[in-house]
Protein backbone atom coordinates (compact mmCIF):
# COMPACT_ATOMS: atom_id res chain seq x y z
CA UNK A 1 0.00 0.00 0.00
CA UNK A 2 1.45 3.43 -0.81
CA UNK A 3 0.08 5.01 2.28
CA UNK A 4 -1.24 8.65 2.58
CA UNK A 5 -0.28 10.68 -0.15
CA UNK A 6 -0.33 14.45 0.15
CA UNK A 7 0.86 17.30 -2.58
CA UNK A 8 2.32 19.56 -2.52
CA UNK A 9 5.25 18.71 0.33
CA UNK A 10 6.59 22.40 0.12
CA UNK A 11 4.36 25.17 -0.58
CA UNK A 12 6.12 28.95 -0.72
CA UNK A 13 3.49 31.77 -1.50
CA UNK A 14 3.10 35.35 -0.62
CA UNK A 15 0.02 36.79 1.26
CA UNK A 16 -3.63 36.80 -0.33
CA UNK A 17 -2.98 34.13 -2.58
CA UNK A 18 -5.22 30.85 -2.84
CA UNK A 19 -3.50 27.84 -1.48
CA UNK A 20 -4.90 24.57 -2.24
CA UNK A 21 -3.30 21.30 -0.11
CA UNK A 22 -4.44 17.78 -1.72
CA UNK A 23 -4.31 14.52 -0.15
CA UNK A 24 -4.98 10.74 -1.29
CA UNK A 25 -6.13 8.51 1.74
CA UNK A 26 -5.47 4.66 1.84
CA UNK A 27 -7.79 2.61 -0.09
CA UNK A 28 -10.41 1.31 2.29
CA UNK A 29 -10.31 3.72 5.22
CA UNK A 30 -13.36 5.32 5.94
CA UNK A 31 -12.10 8.22 7.64
CA UNK A 32 -9.74 11.21 6.65
CA UNK A 33 -8.22 14.09 9.15
CA UNK A 34 -6.79 17.08 8.36
CA UNK A 35 -4.19 18.31 10.85
CA UNK A 36 -2.20 21.51 11.31
CA UNK A 37 0.85 21.57 13.37
CA UNK A 38 2.91 24.47 14.90
CA UNK A 39 5.67 24.57 17.56
CA UNK A 40 3.33 27.53 19.44
CA UNK A 41 0.33 25.17 18.93
CA UNK A 42 0.98 21.57 18.23
CA UNK A 43 -0.75 19.60 16.09
CA UNK A 44 -4.92 20.95 15.69
CA UNK A 45 -7.28 19.33 14.19
CA UNK A 46 -9.19 21.09 11.57
CA UNK A 47 -11.78 18.70 9.85
CA UNK A 48 -12.80 15.10 9.67
CA UNK A 49 -14.67 13.62 7.18
CA UNK A 50 -16.67 9.96 7.31
CA UNK A 51 -17.33 8.10 4.15
CA UNK A 52 -16.86 11.62 2.78
CA UNK A 53 -18.82 13.50 4.74
CA UNK A 54 -17.39 16.56 6.82
CA UNK A 55 -18.52 15.25 10.38
CA UNK A 56 -16.80 18.42 12.61
CA UNK A 57 -15.12 21.20 11.29
CA UNK A 58 -15.01 23.07 14.78
CA UNK A 59 -11.16 22.86 14.48
CA UNK A 60 -10.89 25.16 11.20
CA UNK A 61 -9.75 28.74 12.47
CA UNK A 62 -12.35 30.89 10.03
CA UNK A 63 -14.06 31.04 7.06
CA UNK A 64 -10.91 31.66 4.58
CA UNK A 65 -10.32 27.81 5.13
CA UNK A 66 -12.05 25.01 3.69
CA UNK A 67 -11.93 21.49 3.14
CA UNK A 68 -13.76 19.11 0.64
CA UNK A 69 -13.91 15.36 -0.20
CA UNK A 70 -15.74 15.25 -3.73
CA UNK A 71 -14.90 11.42 -3.54
CA UNK A 72 -13.25 8.41 -1.41
CA UNK A 73 -9.54 9.27 -3.12
CA UNK A 74 -9.42 12.21 -2.56
CA UNK A 75 -9.38 15.62 -0.22
CA UNK A 76 -8.53 18.92 -0.51
CA UNK A 77 -8.12 22.06 2.07
CA UNK A 78 -8.11 25.13 0.55
CA UNK A 79 -7.15 28.78 2.21
CA UNK A 80 -8.11 32.05 0.68
CA UNK A 81 -7.01 34.35 1.24
CA UNK A 82 -3.79 33.17 3.19
CA UNK A 83 -1.89 35.17 5.56
CA UNK A 84 1.66 34.59 7.29
CA UNK A 85 -0.30 33.04 10.17
CA UNK A 86 -1.02 30.30 8.29
CA UNK A 87 2.70 29.24 8.02
CA UNK A 88 2.64 25.54 9.10
CA UNK A 89 2.95 21.51 8.54
CA UNK A 90 -0.65 20.63 7.41
CA UNK A 91 -0.98 16.54 7.68
CA UNK A 92 -4.06 14.49 6.34
CA UNK A 93 -4.39 11.65 8.07
CA UNK A 94 -6.90 8.44 7.28
CA UNK A 95 -8.21 5.05 9.57
CA UNK A 96 -10.04 2.63 8.97
CA UNK A 97 -12.92 2.10 11.35
CA UNK A 98 -11.87 3.90 14.49
CA UNK A 99 -10.44 7.06 14.99
CA UNK A 100 -7.69 6.12 17.47
CA UNK A 101 -5.46 4.63 15.00
CA UNK A 102 -4.84 6.70 12.19
CA UNK A 103 -1.96 7.00 9.22
CA UNK A 104 -0.12 10.33 8.34
CA UNK A 105 0.53 11.26 5.27
CA UNK A 106 4.17 13.20 5.06
CA UNK A 107 2.59 16.69 5.26
CA UNK A 108 2.74 20.02 3.23
CA UNK A 109 5.19 22.37 4.68
CA UNK A 110 3.30 25.85 4.01
CA UNK A 111 4.93 29.32 4.36
CA UNK A 112 2.99 32.42 3.47
CA UNK A 113 5.32 35.48 3.12
CA UNK B 1 -12.57 20.82 29.24
CA UNK B 2 -10.65 17.80 27.63
CA UNK B 3 -7.08 17.82 27.54
CA UNK B 4 -3.95 15.69 27.65
CA UNK B 5 -0.58 16.96 29.50
CA UNK B 6 2.59 15.21 29.50
CA UNK B 7 5.76 16.23 30.28
CA UNK B 8 7.85 18.19 27.48
CA UNK B 9 11.09 16.84 27.38
CA UNK B 10 12.71 13.62 28.99
CA UNK B 11 16.28 12.51 28.69
CA UNK B 12 17.85 9.09 28.66
CA UNK B 13 21.32 7.04 27.78
CA UNK B 14 21.12 4.02 25.54
CA UNK B 15 19.82 1.08 26.53
CA UNK B 16 18.38 2.18 28.95
CA UNK B 17 14.55 2.28 30.54
CA UNK B 18 12.48 5.61 30.07
CA UNK B 19 8.83 6.18 30.82
CA UNK B 20 6.71 8.93 29.46
CA UNK B 21 3.37 9.99 31.64
CA UNK B 22 0.12 11.16 30.31
CA UNK B 23 -3.00 12.22 32.41
CA UNK B 24 -6.01 13.21 30.51
CA UNK B 25 -9.28 14.57 31.24
CA UNK B 26 -11.76 13.89 28.98
CA UNK B 27 -16.18 13.94 28.70
CA UNK B 28 -16.09 9.88 28.09
CA UNK B 29 -13.36 7.91 27.43
CA UNK B 30 -12.83 5.62 24.77
CA UNK B 31 -8.91 4.98 25.18
CA UNK B 32 -5.79 6.35 25.00
CA UNK B 33 -3.57 6.12 21.71
CA UNK B 34 0.58 6.86 21.36
CA UNK B 35 2.36 7.99 18.35
CA UNK B 36 6.10 8.63 17.40
CA UNK B 37 7.19 11.70 15.69
CA UNK B 38 10.72 11.98 14.47
CA UNK B 39 11.73 15.70 13.72
CA UNK B 40 10.58 16.72 9.82
CA UNK B 41 8.55 13.38 9.97
CA UNK B 42 5.12 12.57 10.08
CA UNK B 43 3.35 10.82 13.43
CA UNK B 44 3.33 7.68 13.60
CA UNK B 45 0.99 5.18 15.66
CA UNK B 46 2.70 3.46 18.24
CA UNK B 47 -0.53 1.84 20.34
CA UNK B 48 -3.59 1.59 21.76
CA UNK B 49 -5.38 0.76 25.12
CA UNK B 50 -9.01 0.51 25.79
CA UNK B 51 -8.74 -1.48 28.83
CA UNK B 52 -6.65 -1.14 32.05
CA UNK B 53 -3.00 -2.47 31.96
CA UNK B 54 -0.30 -3.33 30.13
CA UNK B 55 0.21 -3.90 26.09
CA UNK B 56 3.41 -5.18 25.12
CA UNK B 57 5.03 -4.45 21.76
CA UNK B 58 8.24 -5.41 21.27
CA UNK B 59 10.37 -2.67 22.89
CA UNK B 60 7.53 -0.41 23.66
CA UNK B 61 4.87 -1.21 26.06
CA UNK B 62 1.73 1.27 27.17
CA UNK B 63 -0.18 1.64 30.34
CA UNK B 64 -3.35 2.79 31.08
CA UNK B 65 -5.53 3.19 34.59
CA UNK B 66 -8.90 4.67 34.09
CA UNK B 67 -9.54 5.00 37.32
CA UNK B 68 -6.40 7.47 37.65
CA UNK B 69 -7.26 9.17 34.41
CA UNK B 70 -3.24 7.87 33.89
CA UNK B 71 -1.62 5.81 31.09
CA UNK B 72 2.36 6.08 30.38
CA UNK B 73 4.72 4.84 27.56
CA UNK B 74 7.34 2.29 28.38
CA UNK B 75 10.31 2.61 25.93
CA UNK B 76 13.33 0.00 26.76
CA UNK B 77 16.83 -1.09 25.90
CA UNK B 78 16.76 2.65 24.51
CA UNK B 79 18.42 3.48 20.83
CA UNK B 80 19.24 6.59 19.45
CA UNK B 81 16.79 6.08 16.63
CA UNK B 82 14.30 6.09 19.43
CA UNK B 83 14.75 10.21 20.20
CA UNK B 84 11.75 11.50 18.81
CA UNK B 85 8.60 13.62 20.39
CA UNK B 86 6.00 10.93 22.10
CA UNK B 87 2.13 11.89 21.63
CA UNK B 88 -0.18 10.58 23.80
CA UNK B 89 -3.76 11.05 22.53
CA UNK B 90 -7.52 10.10 23.41
CA UNK B 91 -10.87 10.41 21.54
CA UNK B 92 -12.82 13.64 23.12
CA UNK B 93 -16.36 14.67 22.24
CA UNK B 94 -17.85 13.53 18.65
CA UNK B 95 -14.77 10.95 18.73
CA UNK B 96 -12.22 13.12 17.72
CA UNK B 97 -8.38 12.79 18.72
CA UNK B 98 -7.41 15.26 21.25
CA UNK B 99 -3.88 15.15 21.07
CA UNK B 100 -0.93 16.23 23.93
CA UNK B 101 1.51 18.52 23.39
CA UNK B 102 3.86 15.97 23.03
CA UNK B 103 7.21 14.38 24.56
CA UNK B 104 10.83 15.55 23.56
CA UNK B 105 12.53 12.66 23.88
CA UNK B 106 16.80 12.72 23.72
CA UNK B 107 18.86 9.33 23.70
CA UNK B 108 22.04 10.14 24.24
CA UNK B 109 25.32 7.90 24.00
Known amino acids: DAGVIQSPRHEVTEMGQEVTLRCKPI?????LFWYRQTMMRGLELLIYFNNNVPIDDSGMPEDRFSAKMPNASFSTLKIQPSEPRDSAVYFC???????????FGPGTRLTVT | GQSLEQPSEVTAVEGAIVQINCTYQTSGFYGLSWYQQHDGGAPTFLSYNALDGLEETGRFSSFLSRSDSYGYLLLQELQMKDSASYFCAAPGNNRKLIWGLGTSLAVNP
Open chain 1, 27 to 31: SGHDY
Open chain 1, 93 to 103: ASSQITEYEQY
